[in-house]
């Protein structure tokens, strides 16, 4: 365990040293994962690039989905998050946005910065739509419900 704290503290410094060069551009395009222009912190070359877009995002996730899975059987449970992730995932492209994450019962999506408010609205007022009228008529014995939040300002692209 000494040696890996070790390797990292090394890294660390090698990241934070002045010689280590972070380049980045402003971007209006919602950046992919294959973004060639967005790269890893090269350790030998001591460089790395990342993006800058000034745009809205739009989170949502399962409220109480901790005691949900307590309550519930596996595979009930399995089956909501399924329709959950597939659900929100075209819920927030139809309006333009981009699912850039889904962790657990949390799914980031992203819109490209033109018309940004409206279309992060109109995707909240969607999901929460889905949420109420959809979602709770096969999963009746909990009132299923999301928290929805959106965000404007910077945001630095980075891959890690």
Not at 4 to 13: A, I, K, M, Q, Y
Not at 71 to 90: N, P, V
Request: proline share 4%; hydrophobic share 40%; charged share 20%.
């Amino acid at each position: 365990m000494i040696e890996l704290v070790d390797s990292l503290r090394d890294e660390l410094g090698a990241i934070t040293a002045p010689t280590f060069k972070v380049s980045h551009c402003r971007t209006t395009v919602v950046p992919s994962d294959e973004d060639s222009q967005i790269t890893f912190a090269n350790l030998k070359t001591k460089d790395m690039k990342c993006k800058r877009i000034d745009t809205c995002v739009l989170y949502v996730d399962i409220r109480e989905s901790t005691q949900l899975n307590l309550d519930h059987r596996l595979d009930t449970i399995a089956k909501l998050y399924s329709f959950f992730g597939r659900a929100m995932t075209q819920c927030g492209s139809h309006f333009g946005g981009q699912v850039r994450a889904i962790t657990g019962d949390r799914v980031m999506v992203v819109f490209p910065p033109l018309n940004c408010f409206e279309n992060a609205v109109h995707t909240a007022v969607l999901i929460n739509s889905v949420s109420q009228f959809v979602m709770n008529e096969h999963f009746p014995y909990d009132n299923v419900r999301c928290g929805i939040g959106i965000d404007y300002g910077p945001m630095l692209v980075v891959r890690f």
